[in-house]
């Protein structure tokens, strides 16, 4: 009797919850907008918009890195990172104004809100620290939050923070903070 009174009062919270207009994050640990990373193409196709055109390098330096190509979804605004030789993605950008985290932040954010909200979690990306001025942050494992303009966030990536070599130039996070700065920004 008390176990199923203890179901039934779950239940309603989590109905209250839904009905009272709780929103999933559309950035989190694992996924931006429902894109995972190590997927292949046809997999973000149907999480995204189902379009996506394919283009080398990065917006602001085609050339560099060259031996990464990406699948962009221009009404999504999100970007999925390939390594050549590869068909399984190994970085998701996004830089849609609507994707949050579950703390309300995403791009076109104030980095002082960003700052507000994880505050310690937050940890500057040695890759993309220059004389003390921090462009990239990151929270947890595997997201990286973008800002050149030192206001805004401007880019969030979705990266492979279990790499082995991650915290080592030309691993996922160096590649991870090089791409973000390079994204489409948030406008």
């Known amino acids: 009797m008390r176990i199923t009174l203890a179901i039934a009062c779950l239940a309603g919270l989590v109905a209250a919850g839904l009905a009272g ?3 999933t994050p559309q ?14 193409p046809a997999a973000y196709r149907q999480a995204l918009d189902g379009t996506g055109r394919w283009a080398r390098g990065v917006p602001g330096n085609p050339g560099i890195p060259d031996n990464y190509a990406r699948l962009v979804f221009g009404k999504a605004k999100v970007s ?5 030789g590869t068909n399984r993605g190994a970085l998701v950008t996004t830089w849609n104004k609507r994707y949050r985290t579950a703390a309300g932040v995403g791009p076109c954010s104030a ?31 595997n997201l990286i939050f973008a800002s050149n303009n030192q206001s805004t966030v401007e880019v969030v990536g979705l990266y492979n923070g279990s ?15 090089f791409i973000t700065l390079s994204e489409t920004r948030c406008s």
């Open 80 to 84: 999925v990172y390939f390594v050549d």
């Open 111 to 141: 980095l002082e809100r960003l700052k507000a909200a994880y505050g310690a979690r937050l940890t500057p990306s040695k890759f993309n620290t220059i004389d003390g001025v921090v462009y990239a942050y990151t929270l947890g494992k």
């Open 163 to 177: 790499d082995p070599k991650v915290l080592k130039p030309g691993g996922s996070l160096s590649y991870a903070g």
């Open 27 to 40: 950035i989190t640990q694992t996924a931006i907008a429902g894109a995972r990373l190590g997927r292949a």
């Open 21 to 23: 207009g709780a929103v």
